[in-house]
C-alpha cells in the first residue's frame, strides 16, 4: 500500500498545531495534491492482474528518477506518471501554461525517463505514460504522445493494459531486475526541524479540530465537535503519537506521549504505548518508537 512521503506526514501533523510560513503552506498543498492523484492512478489500475510497484527511486550510474507507479506484463514495463493539475492550460511548445503557473510539460519530459529505464533494461518494451487524473484539468493543444491519458481515460487505460499478454516468469525476472537499481528516497526528503514552529499540544482529530472534553478513567470513545465523529480513543491517541513522532523525527518518552495526549489518561497512554511501539533505552528512561523507526533516515532543514 503506498504511503505518503515522510515530508507530507510532517506537514499534514503540523496543520492545525502550528502556523506555517506561506512557502511551506504552499509546499503541503502541493505533496498533497501529488500524493491523491497517485493514489487515484492506483486505483485505476487495481483492478489489472499483474505485478506492480510505486514510488520507486531509480539509480543509473549518475542518473536518478522517481516512478509514481510502475507495471510489468508480459515483457513490457509501464510507468505511470501521476499528475494532479486543475484548470486550463495550453501548450506552448515545450510548456504548459495555466491561469496561474508555467511548467514544463511532463509529456516531454517523460523521454528522460524512458532513456534511464531502456538503458536498465534493454530488452524490454518500456512504456512511460502520463495519466491527468483531474476533473478540471484541461489542455489545449497537441499532447504529441499516445500514452497521455485524460480522467475520462480510465476505461481506455485499463483495455491498453490487459490487451498485452501475460507471461508471469518474464515479468519477475523484469521485476527483480528493475528493483536492484532502487535507492532509497530518505534521502530526498528533508524534513524541518519543529523547533522553530510553535506547536500546540493535545488529541487533534484527523478533521484537524482538537477533543477538548473531559475523559474519564477506562472511557473506550470521545466525540469530535469538529466533525461529529464518534472515535474510539485509543486509536486517537495511536494517531496523536505518531504525528508527535512525524513533527520531531524521533521516539517519544511516556512523559512526553501524556503530555501531548492530553486529556488522555496516563494509563490509556501507557497501554497505547505498550501494544503498539517498541520500548528501548533503560529501565528509568524508557523511549518509545515506531516498529519501522530505525529503517527511516531524517535530515533536517532549517526553516529561513
Known sequence: MREASLLLQQLY?????????????????RLRFGFQGELIVDEWVDSVDCLKAEDLYIQCKSEMVQLDKVIFIGNHVIVIDAKNFSGNYYVDGSLFVGPRSTM???????????????????KVNVV????????????????????????????????????????????????????????????????????????????MCDCRAFV?????????????????KR??????????????????????????????????????????????YNKTGSRRKHMYECKDFSKLKYIKTKIN
Open 104 to 122: 514544463e510539460s511532463p509529456i516531454r519530459s517523460r523521454y528522460r525517463t524512458e532513456k534511464i529505464l531502456k538503458s536498465i533494461l534493454p
Open 231 to 276: 472515535l474510539i480513543l485509543r486509536e486517537l491517541v495511536k494517531r496523536n503519537i505518531d504525528e508527535w513522532m512525524s513533527i520531531y523525527s524521533r521516539p517519544i518518552s511516556f512523559r512526553e506521549a501524556v503530555d501531548w495526549c492530553e486529556p488522555a489518561k496516563k494509563s490509556t497512554v501507557h497501554r497505547v504505548l505498550n501494544e503498539n
Open 212 to 228: 477538548p472534553i473531559e475523559i474519564k478513567e477506562r472511557q473506550k470513545y470521545v466525540q469530535c465537535f469538529g466533525c461529529g
Open 128 to 203: 512511460v505514460a502520463i495519466a491527468f487524473v483531474n476533473k478540471k484539468f484541461n489542455l489545449n493543444g497537441p499532447t504529441e504522445s499516445e500514452y497521455v491519458y485524460f480522467h475520462h481515460d480510465r476505461m481506455k487505460l485499463i483495455k491498453d493494459l490487459t490487451r498485452i499478454d501475460r507471461d508471469m516468469q518474464l515479468e519477475e525476472i523484469n521485476y527483480n531486475q528493475l528493483l536492484s537499481y532502487v535507492v532509497s528516497g530518505d534521502r530526498f526528503q528533508s524534513l524541518y526541524d519543529a523547533r522553530y514552529f510553535d506547536v500546540k499540544k493535545g488529541l
Open 13 to 29: 501533523a503540523l496543520q492545525g498545531r502550528a502556523i506555517l510560513p506561506t512557502q511551506l503552506q504552499s509546499e503541503f498543498e
